[in-house]
């Protein structure tokens, strides 16, 4: 057994989970971890805000399938990751949080820049660990990325005290660990399955939500394969984007509040809808009574305490969402009969897929416009995710994806400023493909001094911010439920985001039209420049359609407010 | 709304009593009363919660207990098969002689016990399920109670099964 200090396991522990990055901002409390860093491979991504780094490994996460890390020190250092936390883990990203702590005897004494990062992450954590000595380090580390990346994913948090990480012990460095209290199980019950195949090829109508479940098991084929078999049409949470490719002839795009046509009046009308990796969010599903109200679901989750949870199911499947599929399709095709569908249904997907794809506005740079531009700019092979807000919304019903690996978007906590530090994540994940965030003036706002990083680390990322000078979706109910009483929706007209983009070393760009758009996005890919094109939209576009809150899906405004 | 106990094993570490009671806080579940203790020869506590809850809110007690790494183990108890006690201790007024003599005849229709007597004060023990606690001290209020404390339900079933 190794005799070292606390942050000489730190390192090792890490570079044994095969860290590639840290992403984090330095502080007082993880100076001896900064100085055992020096001799690491590992690559520090050092950040302008912790909030930022959180996001980036968090981007790191989704993109690459493996835990991204963030490291910070104590008190404000910690206390500015629970907005990334909290993000990463509503939408059960693995991120590994590691915070600095001052030394055990000071802990409790409200010492400078002391904070209880465990009580204030507990509610916005799958776990978290305070080390209690040196030797816990190792063990506590591979508890981490282990929990983090086992069963649904989340965010872990390890805070470490200083003295922890100056104090020596002889380290063990576990293969495994266990817990009497966590048993991730992914393996779905057959009978669970046989249960669910009888009731899927009964069906006259039955319909499919996946949710980011289905995306993170990466079910896409056998999601594909499935639906077909069944004839049944694929509508998505946010979440679950890219679970089945976007033209696809049976995809219905997405579901809810700003879901599209096709999902919104045809989810309503199974008799029999299976729900894939998706936690029946209310911005899913609507009012509960307009909720597909005529149909018995089946639930498949791998985590048992989202069944029954907001929605009743009548077969449930706890479990990898790929091998339910796939267990499901199988047992499907050893049925023999298979029930009458309503063939109706089908041939309405493609008139009311038109339907959605024609609400735009007269403006000239309509916001889903914007989206098809980028969409045409941007390369097959290539990542884009979201910011939070009008725009997001847009990206989700119009910006189109053949599977998994294309699309990401702060879905259940919302995180206005995720974009771009998540892009940067991205980026350093997959340096191999462009990566763009659209955006909005008021989310790129809250986050834009990373684009700092973007220049200087060498991760170049294109932003496309569809600037309409207010918080839009709040102007957007203003302007639908609050008649037109506008209240605190203005933004200062300041930067110019062009010429912000400029003073951080990066191309700055002030498009006009959709040609300019798709230009200024083909150069900074080609040329490899974190790019800012700044589109102005207009202030007084909705998003269409929309379910006005508490109303049920087929409530749906299709415009002239 | 219906009372249920639930009984679960913990990891018997700084912090866990917290994680639990927070998680009460956050989803909003209504704890009657909540006992900690460590289990004889294993590195676990038990600990027992009276909830007021509807089913599907029960339901999700249960799992998002089990969801959390610390607990080993949950059990909704089944209200048939369950023992249950608490202990009540009391302090009562009574410098009246007759309320006195009421105050011990009732401690002793409650099989309790007497633990201390001074001038004015009278400190007795009950122990019992809850409903019979709760019927005590509809009795017992009347003479005068100085101060109590209640030790929230212990609880476990009858016959071959157990919470491991």
Redesign the interface.
């Known amino acids: 057994m190794p005799d070292m200090t606390g942050a000489e396991a730190y390192v090792k522990a890490l570079e044994k989970e095969g860290v590639e990055y840290i992403f984090g901002v330095t502080g007082a409390a993880i100076i001896p971890i900064c100085d055992e860093l020096l001799k690491s491979k590992m690559r520090y991504v050092g950040g302008v805000h912790e909030q930022g780094s959180t996001h980036m490994a968090d981007g790191y996460a989704r993109v690459s399938g493996r835990p991204g890390v963030v490291q910070v020190t104590s008190g404000p250092g910690a206390t500015n990751i629970v907005t990334g936390l909290a993000t990463a883990q509503l939408d059960s990203s693995p991120v590994v949080a590691l915070t600095g702590q001052v030394p055990l005897s000071m802990v409790g004494t409200d010492a400078f820049q002391e904070v209880d990062i465990?009580?204030i992450t507990?509610?916005v954590t799958?776990?978290n660990i305070?080390v209690?000595e040196a030797v816990e380090i190792p063990h506590a580390i591979k508890s981490a990325f282990y929990?983090s990346s086992t069963g649904r994913k989340g965010a872990v948090l390890v805070d470490i005290p200083k003295d922890t990480q100056t104090n020596r012990a002889e380290m063990v460095f576990p293969d495994k660990v266990e817990?009497?209290?966590?048993h991730p199980s992914v393996e779905p019950n057959p009978q669970e399955i046989h249960w669910a195949a009888t009731l899927l090829s009964k069906a006259r109508r039955p319909v499919i939500i996946a949710g980011g479940g289905a995306v993170a098991s990466g079910a896409t084929m056998e999601l594909v394969e499935l639906a077909e078999m069944l004839q049944a049409p694929v509508a998505h949470s946010l979440m679950g984007k890219g679970a089945i490719p976007s033209t696809h002839p049976l995809s219905l795009g997405l579901c809810g509040m700003h879901g599209r046509c096709e999902a919104n009046y045809i989810v309503p009308e199974a008799d029999v809808l299976l729900v894939i990796g998706s936690r029946f969010s209310d911005r899913t599903t609507g009012s509960l009574s307009g909720f597909a109200p005529n149909a018995r679901i089946i639930h498949i989750d791998v985590?048992?305490?989202e069944?029954?949870?907001n929605v009743d199911s009548i077969t449930r499947i706890v479990g990898d969402a790929k091998l339910a599929i796939r267990g499901i399709r199988e047992k499907i095709a050893q049925q023999k009969a298979m029930g009458q569908r309503d063939e109706a249904l089908i041939k309405r997907i493609a008139e009311l897929r038109a339907q959605t794809n024609d609400l735009n506005t007269d403006s000239p740079l309509s916001g889903p416009e914007v989206i098809k531009a980028i969409r045409r700019a941007m390369p097959p092979d290539s990542i884009v995710v979201t910011d939070v807000g009008q725009h997001q919304m847009w990206a989700a019903q119009h910006y189109d994806v053949r599977g998994p690996g294309e699309f990401f978007t702060s879905g259940g906590l919302g995180t206005m400023g995720w974009g771009t530090p998540a892009a940067i994540g991205a980026k350093a994940a997959r340096p191999d493909l462009p990566v763009l965030n659209i955006s909005g003036d008021g989310s790129f706002a809250m986050t834009e001094n990373n684009l700092a990083l973007a220049v200087d680390e060498g991760f170049p990322i294109t932003v496309v911010i569809l600037n309409n000078g207010v918080f839009g979706m709040v102007a957007q109910w203003q302007r639908l439920f609050y008649d037109r009483r506008y209240s605190t929706i203005k933004r200062p007209k300041h930067p110019d985001f062009a010429k912000l983009a400029e003073t951080y070393g990066a191309v700055g760009v002030k498009a006009e039209s959709m040609k300019q758009i798709e230009t200024a996005i083909k150069r900074s890919i080609s040329e490899k420049q974190t790019t800012v094109i700044d589109v102005p939209i207009d202030p007084d576009e909705n998003v269409y359609p929309m379910i006005p809150p508490g109303m049920g899906l087929k409530d749906i405004l299709l415009g002239g407010a | 709304m219906p009372l249920h106990t639930v009984s679960f094993l913990?990891?018997n570490r700084?912090?866990v009593l917290?994680?639990v009671s927070?998680l009460f806080r956050?989803r909003g579940y209504n704890i009657q009363s909540l006992t900690v203790g460590p289990v004889e020869g294993s590195p676990?506590s038990r600990m027992t919660v009276v909830v007021d809850a509807e089913s599907?809110v029960l339901?999700?007690i249960v799992?998002?207990l089990?969801?959390?790494?610390?607990?080993?183990?949950v059990k909704r108890l089944d209200p048939i098969r369950t023992l249950s006690r608490e202990l009540l201790l009391i302090k009562l007024k009574t410098s009246d002689p007759m309320a006195r003599i009421e105050a011990v005849n009732t401690v002793n229709t409650y099989h309790g016990l007497i633990l201390d007597v001074e001038p004015d004060i009278l400190i007795a023990e009950v122990t019992g399920p809850t409903d019979e606690i709760d019927e005590f001290l509809k009795k017992i209020g009347p003479i005068g109670i100085e101060e109590m404390s209640r030790t929230g339900v212990a609880a476990i079933e009858r016959g071959n099964i157990k919470l491991a």
Not at chain 2, 66 to 73: A, E, L, R, S
């Open positions: 465990i009580g507990a509610s799958k776990h305070q209690m929990i817990f009497r209290g966590y985590d048992r305490s069944i029954d949870k | 913990v990891e700084p912090g917290f994680k927070n956050r676990l599907r339901n999700q799992e998002q089990d969801k959390m790494v610390d607990v080993v183990k």
